[in-house]
């Protein structure tokens, strides 16, 4: 368990900046938990999942408004929950930029639906700034402040091995049973 500690504590930022192109969650709470017991800096750890964060939704937008040819295949699978995002940006506005970096699913679409949208770049880019600065403070010190306890529930996975598995199946079990149901068709 040490050597994985050691190994995740060298190469951590880069695997923190690749996690994060595409979320980061899980990644900044590591980090954080990381920052909590000595083996990583927290504030860079911030630092570098909010750029990453910033940068993976730029790349995106970026390519759903000017590759659409190469990602019709994507948007064919998914036009329910394209749907869903363009609805939800009606309903809310360009706040769901920011809110979209707490949900996991949401993350990918909500760029790529507002790329197909006359949307404007800059003002794209300002809300996924503002949201990547709010996402990755809130969820790096939450991590940070929670570093204790998450440390002991880590242990007692570690003792009982079968608790793991269970609680991640129940946690994406929930996620898809709760998107299948906001892109039903009524």
Known sequence: MQETIDLIAKYGYVILFLYSLGGGFVALIGASVLSFAGKMDLTFSIIVAVIANFIGDLMLFYIARYQKAMMQPYFAKHRRKLALVHILMRKYGSIIIVIK??????????????????????????????????????IGLLG???????????ETLSEYPLLAPL????LLGGLWLWLSRATKRN
């Open 101 to 138: 970096k707490y949900i996991y699913g949401l993350k990918t679409l909500v760029p790529l639906a507002i790329a197909l949208t006359p949307y404007s770049l800059a003002k794209f880019n300002l809300y996924n700034a503002i949201g990547a600065v709010v996402w990755g403070v809130s």
């Open 144 to 154: 940070y402040f929670s570093g204790g306890i998450l440390i002991k529930t880590f």
């Open 167 to 170: 609680f991640i199946a129940a």
